[in-house]
T-cell receptor, first 113, second 117 residues
Framework: GESVGLHLPTLSVQEGDNSIINCAYSNSASDYFIWYKQESGKGPQFIID?????DKRQGQRVTVLLNKTVKHLSLQIAATQPGDSAVYFCAEADTGTASKLTFGTGTRLQVTL | DSGVTQTPKHLITATGQRVTLRCSPRSGDLSVYWYQQSLDQGLQFLIQ???????AKGNILERFSAQQFPDLHSELNLSSLELGDSALYFC????????????????FGQGTRLTVV
């Protein structure tokens, strides 16, 4: 989307390699986390979510890892494809007090051939 | 296609003016969220409505207001526009009222690109 104008950290990976995108969250009370993908010209698209009672969750080609001790979240993409090129955002929510999602600043993933 | 419709897609207006952005949520979704995405600040939560009532408020300026109508569509009103209000404005919808009531998986629209000149 228009986030291409943001000065985002960029991760470049070769097609076929695995990608790991990291996110540090700030609120220790957050207990629900989501990864979103935003392609150019589109709105954020849900990829995978995880609750704080889990430390790992797998989807199709994606895995989210949660480390509550250090407030760190990561998204692993297996066998990265050109179509994975996008900006990836993590989002957190404290389900006990608020329903809104707080988004991180995002990471741009560039897949090279 | 997420099922969330935002209009207009692009809007160019002058400083001091007022605009209204419209959002139609996915069929059956009761919650509508508004986010602002600017070049230097990423996605910022503005406000959420659930079944017609304000549910949560974020960093929304007093010059901005929103409402959700009985048919569940929502409008975001931006007034006394300033150059710094230029941004992408996203609407998202979800079935629940938020994380406390289940998944907060929210589906985003394509956004409205607002340019204030």
């Amino acid at each position: 989307g228009e986030s291409v104008g943001l000065h985002l950290p960029t991760l470049s990976v070769q097609e076929g390699d695995n990608s790991i995108i990291n996110c540090a969250y700030s609120n220790s009370a957050s207990d629900y986390f989501i990864w979103y993908k935003q392609e150019s010209g589109k709105g954020p698209q849900f990829i995978i979510d995880i609750r704080s009672n889990m430390d790992k969750r797998q989807g199709q080609r994606v895995t989210v890892l949660l480390n509550k001790t250090v407030k760190h979240l990561s998204l692993q993409i297996a066998a990265t494809q050109p179509g994975d090129s996008a900006v990836y955002f993590c989002a957190e929510a404290d389900t006990g007090t608020a329903s809104k999602l707080t988004f991180g600043t995002g990471t741009r993933l560039q897949v090279t051939l | 296609d997420s099922g969330v419709t935002q209009t207009p897609k692009h809007l160019i207006t002058a400083t001091g003016q007022r605009v209204t952005l419209r959002c139609s949520p996915r069929s059956g979704d009761l919650s509508v969220y508004w986010y602002q995405q600017s070049l230097d600040q990423g996605l910022q939560f503005l406000i959420q409505y659930y079944n017609g009532e304000e549910r949560a408020k974020g960093n929304i300026l007093e010059r901005f207001s929103a409402q959700q109508f009985p048919d569940l569509h929502s409008e975001l009103n931006l007034s006394s526009l300033e150059l710094g209000d230029s941004a992408l404005y996203f609407c998202a919808s979800s079935a629940s009222g938020g994380a406390a009531m289940g998944s907060t998986e929210a589906f985003f629209g394509q956004g409205t690109r607002l340019t204030v000149v």
